[in-house]
């Protein structure tokens, strides 16, 4: 299958700090990625839909100011936590969609594992 | 109504039982099923992906969609320990966003 890689796998920030994740697909071109967040337990929760070349599109209840989404490569998305509070620490997830012969599939990153204190 | 519904569990089977996890969804214009693994603190891995009725085999994995009756199931054959894990469903209308289901989490006991 596709790869999709994270970075970074772990981050610790202060309160107050911003913070970038990278999600690249390494062997396919992604027009569209999907950022999600998971709290321990829980169900994958879609925060937003990453449109190369287009502003993204955020789910209801997500602060597209709070969660910066720039899918600047057919490549390449980044999701920077603005202003990161406690709250915001979670496991964040990234994932690309690749089309098969006549059908979509989508693959996951690694997860990127977010602390904020 | 949710879109995709699956049986949060605990399923617990024996090590070398079949482990059944089943999936029903609620769009009948969806076109593409997919089963996919995620152990505790990792991200989800596609497993399994089938697009016609009846069943696909891929290895100690059978995935059996029904469109008519809106489900999808996941047969795990002769489980092993390494099996236990929540297994998420997913099925997509083409063009659409993937829609998942909640998980199923599997314990397979030694």
Redesign the interface.
Known sequence: ?AVVSQHPSRVICKSGTSVKIECRSLDFQATTM?WYRQFPKK??M?MA?SNEGSKATYEQGVEKDKFLINHASLTLSTLTVTSAHPEDSS?Y?CSA?ALGLD?????????TRLTVT | QKEVEQNSGPLSVPEGAIASLNCTYSDRGSQSFFWYRQYSGKSPELIMSIYSNGDKEDGRFTAQLNKASQYVSLLIRDSQPSDSATYLCAVNRFGQNFVFGPGTRLSVLP
Request: aromatic share 28%; proline share 6%; charged share 10%.
């Open positions: 299958g999907f169900s994958l879609l839909t496991f997830i969609r059908h979509y599939e989508q693959y996951f990153g690694p997860g």
